[in-house]
């Protein structure tokens, strides 16, 4: 319960998210009727393993909700990723494009929790990274054609298709 808690605080930055939403994404089943103090619970546990490597606090309460403590300068590799796609859609130098959607796609390594996958609060966040690593494969594909690099082209055909067994861009420049 802990780590789904923090996995899904972690998704959602420093926004303040309230104690029945949190309840309600994770653990729909759940009566949310004393929401407030099942996360205030979780909070507090987290911390209790949190406080071994720093004691300020992970996870604040606010008035509008909990959040990560926007003190802590805290790097995912979710957030990693976002940064150098976001980097890499505005690239003016095709170079520089390459590089950052390389980066994006060393980045990538599936799910972001294996044991809440198949769960409907982190589904949408699964398939948008690995589209959007799928979409960085095709565009370095794209870009390695026009230079003419037919051996990268075919190179990341083969990684596309390690993600998406079924990608019909990986299997046409394959």
């Not at 949190?22 to 653990?27: A, G």
């Not at 769960?119 to 398939?127: A, D, Y």
């Not at 948008?128 to 190179?155: F, H, I």
Request: net charge negative.
């Amino acid at each position: 319960r802990i780590c789904r808690f923090l996995v899904y605080m972690l998704l959602h930055g420093k926004n303040p998210i309230p104690p029945r939403t949190i309840l309600e994404q994770i653990w729909p089943e759940e009566d949310v009727e004393n929401a407030g103090t099942k996360i205030k619970s979780l909070a507090y546990r987290l911390q209790n393993v949190f406080g071994v490597i720093s004691d300020t606090r992970l996870i604040i309460s606010t008035l509008a909700g909990y959040q990560l403590n926007p003190e802590l300068n805290i790097m995912t590799d979710v957030k990693q990723f976002d940064d150098c796609w976001l980097q890499a859609q505005s690239a003016i130098t095709l170079q520089t494009k390459l590089e950052l959607l390389k980066r994006v796609t060393e980045i990538y390594h599936g799910n972001i929790y294996e044991a809440a996958s198949s769960e409907h609060w982190l589904m949408p966040h699964e398939l948008a990274y690995k589209y959007k690593c799928l979409a960085g494969y095709v565009e370095m594909m794209r870009m390695y054609y026009d230079l003419q690099d037919y051996t990268n082209v075919q190179r990341f055909a083969s990684l596309a298709l390690n993600i998406e067994k079924a990608s019909v861009d990986a299997y046409y420049w394959m």
